[in-house]
């Protein structure tokens, strides 16, 4: 209900509908999209935290507080967010390459760069180094990068019709 209103245009009564929830039901998707929704930076980091301290959090609701911080350019929080959950629940291709995301904005191309080879070993198959091309190309960052990784899916699954337009996106942000 909380999308539908903010969807709807209805900003202020989607936090209310979430801040209703949130009390009877701790949940860190609900926490990211209350997140979402919030103005001030403070109350942002308080509901990613909240979220991390979640015994279930998971890299889906994390990823989603990379997209929070990353359309505000908080990259440094993004980084810290993705360090936090990679040394306390694990490594997972998700965070690993928004991780790489974040380092890549901050100027860290190095570290970015061994994030997004990590990432790569991560996937559990080939269909999944779709996501991280189209991460990348989302952000307009390491363009040669993504564009390897839409290569390696599509030549594992040719008729991966998202995977080529995850490549043509690639192409388009790299003005070809």
């Known amino acids: 209900m909380g999308s539908a209103l903010d969807a709807a245009g209805q900003s202020a009564l989607a936090r209310q509908y ?8 701790p949940d860190a998707f609900a926490f990211m999209a209350r997140a ?7 109350a942002v980091l308080s509901d ?3 979220a991390m301290a979640l015994p279930n959090v998971s890299s889906s609701a994390l990823g989603m507080a990379g997209k929070v911080l990353f359309d505000r350019k908080w ?9 936090w959950y990679d040394e306390e ?13 974040a380092r890549w904005q901050l100027g860290d191309k190095a570290g970015a760069t061994k994030d997004f080879a ?9 269909q ?7 991460e990348k190309a989302t952000f307009n960052v390491a363009l040669e990068e993504a564009l390897k990784d839409c290569d390696a ?9 998202a995977c080529k337009d995850s490549r043509a996106f690639v192409l388009l942000r790299s003005g070809r």
């Open 75 to 83: 990259y440094r929080e993004a980084l810290e967010v993705f360090t």
């Open 18 to 25: 979430y801040d209703r929830g949130l009390v009877k039901n």
């Open 36 to 42: 979402r929704l919030q103005e001030e930076k403070g």
């Open 153 to 161: 899916a599509l030549a594992a699954l040719p008729a991966c019709n």
């Open 118 to 126: 990590a990432a790569r070993d991560l996937v559990p198959s080939e």
């Open 128 to 134: 999944f180094l779709n996501e991280l091309c189209w």
């Open 89 to 101: 629940k694990g490594s997972s291709f998700r965070i690993i390459g928004m991780r790489g995301i």
């Open 48 to 50: 990613i935290r909240k």
